[in-house]
């Protein structure tokens, strides 16, 4: 069932507010999230300091936290942020990364899941399989086989933890506690030939997230103008180095005409 989401209102209200979203990310990809982010219209900052990290989500609209690089003393100063995040009623998302593949992984992000509140917790499904608690294989940072409906295992982590859950792969399924949900069917299979997409992609959820209160309906939206822009740089490029430059030139020249034409988001009810 198609939806009434509007992707292009949203990007043009962060484009039009600017919204300073805080990333607490990891090393590997800090320099793209910052990129992708301002791409878009957002402003990205980065800071990891237990000594300012209450401060600066003062003056933010938006919380990102990436555990791709995670030490536990991250892990304790990301709650120190997210604490404050929610005695400000910022949104806070949360990206999973490669949860599964290790315990530290695993029992941190359940540690920040209960810990504070989070708005949105994206991840593949190897990672958010993980996290609902089915059979998931995850290598690394890469999502291998889960065993079950991949809708169902996000809408349980949704219900579950009382988030909006958000599982990305060839078909996005972004679930809210109360049973319904969207599909997100834009992308391309080039966006896998280059690191960082799925830490970029959290970042655009936060700064789509900063501008709509609607978390399940930001989080579509956001992954839906994100996965446009994959669509449209897969068209020129000949490999990981053009389609990377293209796709940040994409995500900042997107107009109203071309994401409401290209935007394939429907809705579901479990």
Same mark, same amino acid.
């Given at each position: 069932?198609?939806?009434?989401?509007?992707?292009?209102?949203?990007?043009?209200?962060?484009?039009?507010?600017?919204?300073?979203?805080?990333?607490?990310?990891?090393?590997?990809?800090?320099?793209?999230?910052?990129?992708?982010?301002?791409?878009?219209?957002?402003?990205?900052?980065?800071?990891?300091?237990?000594?300012?990290?209450?401060?600066?989500?003062?003056?933010?609209?938006?919380?990102?936290?990436?555990?791709?690089?995670?030490?536990?003393?991250?892990?304790?100063?990301?709650?120190?942020?997210?604490?404050?995040?929610?005695?400000?009623?910022?949104?806070?998302?949360?990206?999973?990364?490669?949860?599964?593949?290790?315990?530290?992984?695993?029992?941190?992000?359940?540690?920040?899941?209960?810990?504070?509140?989070?708005?949105?917790?994206?991840?593949?499904?190897?990672?958010?399989?993980?996290?609902?608690?089915?059979?998931?294989?995850?290598? $690394?940072?890469?999502? @291998?086989?889960?065993?079950? %409906?991949?809708?169902? *295992?996000?809408?349980?982590? /949704?219900? !579950? =933890? +009382?988030?909006?859950?958000?599982?990305?792969?060839?078909?996005?399924?972004?679930?809210?506690?109360?049973?319904?949900?969207?599909?997100?069917?834009?992308?391309?299979?080039?966006? $896998?030939?280059?690191? @960082?997409?799925?830490?970029? %992609?959290?970042?655009? *959820?936060?700064?789509?997230? /900063?501008? !709509? =209160? +609607?978390?399940?309906?930001?989080?579509?939206?956001?992954?839906?103008?994100?996965?446009?822009?994959?669509?449209?740089?897969?068209?020129?490029?000949?490999?990981?180095?053009?389609?990377?430059?293209?796709?940040?030139?994409?995500?900042?020249?997107?107009?109203?005409?071309?994401?409401?034409?290209?935007?394939?988001?429907?809705?579901?009810?479990?």
């Amino acid at each position: 069932m198609k939806t009434e989401v509007d992707v292009f209102s949203m990007a043009e209200k962060i484009r039009e507010t600017k919204p300073l979203v805080h990333h607490m990310t990891n090393w590997v990809t800090i320099y793209d999230c910052a990129n992708i982010t301002r791409a878009i219209g957002a402003l990205p900052v980065m800071a990891h300091a237990p000594e300012e990290v209450e401060e600066m989500v003062g003056i933010s609209s938006a919380l990102v936290l990436n555990i791709g690089t995670l030490t536990p003393e991250l892990i304790e100063t990301m709650k120190i942020a997210g604490k404050a995040a929610n005695k400000k009623g910022i949104p806070i998302v949360l990206d999973a990364v490669g949860v599964g593949a290790t315990s530290l992984r695993t029992k941190s992000a359940l540690e920040l899941l209960e810990e504070i509140s989070i708005s949105v917790v994206k991840g593949n499904r190897g990672e958010i399989g993980t996290l609902s608690g089915a059979k998931a294989e995850v290598r $690394g940072v890469e999502a @291998g086989k889960v065993e079950g %409906s991949l809708q169902e *295992i996000t809408m349980k982590l /949704a219900r !579950e =933890k +009382d988030c909006v859950a958000a599982m990305t792969g060839k078909e996005d399924f972004v679930a809210r506690p109360d049973g319904k949900g969207f599909v997100v069917k834009n992308g391309h299979e080039k966006m $896998g030939s280059i690191v @960082g997409t799925g830490c970029m %992609s959290a970042s655009v *959820i936060g700064s789509f997230c /900063a501008v !709509e =209160k +609607d978390y399940a309906k930001a989080a579509a939206a956001g992954l839906s103008y994100f996965e446009i822009a994959g669509e449209l740089a897969a068209r020129e490029s000949k490999g990981p180095g053009t389609y990377k430059q293209a796709f940040y030139d994409e995500i900042y020249n997107l107009d109203k005409a071309t994401v409401d034409r290209m935007q394939k988001v429907e809705e579901f009810t479990v």
